[in-house]
């Protein structure tokens, strides 16, 4: 094998999230490149370690014995690069090096939860930080901080990963919605029953399924979404009932287009947590994270819709 020089970082790093997407279609959308351009890249990759890394085609994606190798010592070798800027910052007494956060959509409206304040004070003028921030469901999420390909996320977890460490932060309120146009729109609370719910389409998240249904009495979804903005589409279209966060659907009661139902009964609040390894509970970088998520919360605390979750 040729020695590698500072392009195969490059090309090692293509490979990585080839495989972390499970093929070239992920990659894709992950990288922003087309399928000709990671075709080309992993060739050179391929001719520069002396092998086949994987064997690709239409409908398969499969690693090799040298490509499995690859892919471990690759994510070994970022995980040391990290490793090795976060502590040359820490010397330096400057944060630096990258931060690799996780997040569940539909927190951009709650004061807590949303990372605009958060990264304001991490990301200050004196850092040299790079965030990569993805949102996905609560078990990717969970997952992902488990086998480090993600540094700390935030979410309503299991807590179920071995050799994470959870800190609870915020409790979300929930309602159930319908929009204008469903039956309920314009009735009462006191005039909609328990079976008058229990018969109406019900729209589900499709990680959280068993538990909507068990919230509501519901026998059968009849709709299942990943993120939150699909389920306030559902929710709109006057055709189904559904859970939101009530920070999420504020605007849209506000403007008319959607009421809660029965949140005397059917409201909860679902408890966010801060994870990360328990082995990276020293990085900088995630200690300065984690500091500057709380502060917001606590400035939350003085809003409205939430509160902190006893840690």
């Not at 972390?20 to 490149?33: I, K, R, S, W």
């Not at 520069?48 to 409908?59: E, F, M, P, S, T």
């Not at 039956?183 to 029953?193: L, M, V």
């Given at each position: 094998m040729r020695r590698?020089?500072?392009?195969?970082?490059r090309?090692l790093?293509v490979f990585v999230?080839l495989v972390?997407?499970g093929?070239f279609?992920?990659?894709?959308?992950?990288?922003?490149?087309s399928?000709?351009?990671?075709s080309?890249?992993l060739?050179e990759l391929e001719?520069?370690i002396?092998g086949?890394?994987?064997?690709?085609?239409?409908?398969?994606?499969?690693l090799?014995?040298?490509g499995?190798t690859?892919?471990?010592a690759a994510?070994?070798?970022?995980?040391d690069?990290?490793?090795?800027?976060?502590?040359?910052?820490?010397?330096s007494g400057?944060?630096?090096?990258r931060?690799?956060v996780?997040?569940?959509d539909?927190v951009?409206?709650s004061p807590?939860l949303g990372?605009?304040?958060?990264l304001?004070?991490?990301v200050?003028?004196?850092?040299?930080v790079f965030?990569?921030?993805v949102?996905?469901?609560?078990?990717?999420?969970e997952q992902?901080?488990a086998?480090?390909?993600?540094d700390?996320?935030?979410g309503p977890f299991?807590q179920?990963?071995?050799?994470v460490v959870y800190?609870?932060a915020?409790?979300?309120?929930?309602?159930?919605?319908?929009?204008r146009?469903?039956?309920?729109?314009?009735?009462p609370?006191?005039?909609?029953s328990?079976?008058?719910v229990?018969?109406s389409?019900?729209?589900?998240?499709?990680?959280?399924?068993?538990?909507?249904?068990?919230?509501v009495?519901?026998?059968?979804?009849?709709?299942?979404?990943?993120?939150?903005e699909?389920?306030a589409m559902m929710?709109?279209?006057?055709?189904y009932l559904?859970?939101l966060p009530?920070?999420?659907a504020?605007?849209?009661v506000?403007?008319?287009r959607?009421?809660?139902?029965r949140?005397?009964?059917?409201?909860f609040?679902?408890?966010?947590?801060?994870?990360?390894r328990?082995?990276?509970a020293?990085q900088?970088l995630?200690?300065?994270f984690?500091?500057?998520?709380f502060a917001?919360?606590?400035v939350?605390?003085?809003?409205?819709a939430?509160e902190p979750?006893?840690s």
């Amino acid at each position: 094998m040729r020695r590698l020089d500072n392009i195969d970082l490059r090309l090692l790093r293509v490979f990585v999230s080839l495989v972390e997407a499970g093929g070239f279609a992920g990659a894709q959308v992950v990288l922003n490149l087309s399928q000709s351009t990671l075709s080309t890249h992993l060739s050179e990759l391929e001719k520069r370690i002396g092998g086949q890394l994987c064997v690709r085609g239409r409908k398969a994606f499969r690693l090799t014995d040298l490509g499995r190798t690859t892919f471990e010592a690759a994510r070994k070798l970022f995980a040391d690069i990290e490793e090795f800027g976060h502590r040359v910052g820490s010397a330096s007494g400057r944060l630096s090096g990258r931060l690799r956060v996780g997040i569940v959509d539909g927190v951009f409206t709650s004061p807590a939860l949303g990372l605009q304040a958060t990264l304001a004070e991490l990301v200050a003028p004196d850092t040299d930080v790079f965030v990569d921030l993805v949102q996905a469901t609560p078990q990717e999420l969970e997952q992902a901080v488990a086998d480090g390909r993600r540094d700390v996320v935030v979410g309503p977890f299991s807590q179920k990963a071995p050799g994470v460490v959870y800190r609870d932060a915020w409790r979300e309120p929930h309602h159930l919605y319908c929009g204008r146009g469903h039956p309920f729109f314009e009735t009462p609370d006191a005039a909609i029953s328990r079976t008058d719910v229990e018969t109406s389409r019900f729209s589900v998240r499709a990680y959280r399924q068993l538990e909507d249904l068990f919230r509501v009495g519901h026998p059968k979804a009849a709709a299942a979404v990943l993120q939150m903005e699909s389920q306030a589409m559902m929710i709109l279209s006057g055709r189904y009932l559904g859970f939101l966060p009530c920070h999420y659907a504020e605007p849209h009661v506000a403007a008319g287009r959607m009421r809660a139902v029965r949140p005397d009964r059917y409201g909860f609040s679902s408890t966010h947590h801060v994870a990360h390894r328990r082995a990276d509970a020293d990085q900088p970088l995630i200690r300065a994270f984690v500091r500057a998520f709380f502060a917001a919360v606590r400035v939350a605390d003085a809003g409205a819709a939430g509160e902190p979750a006893a840690s």
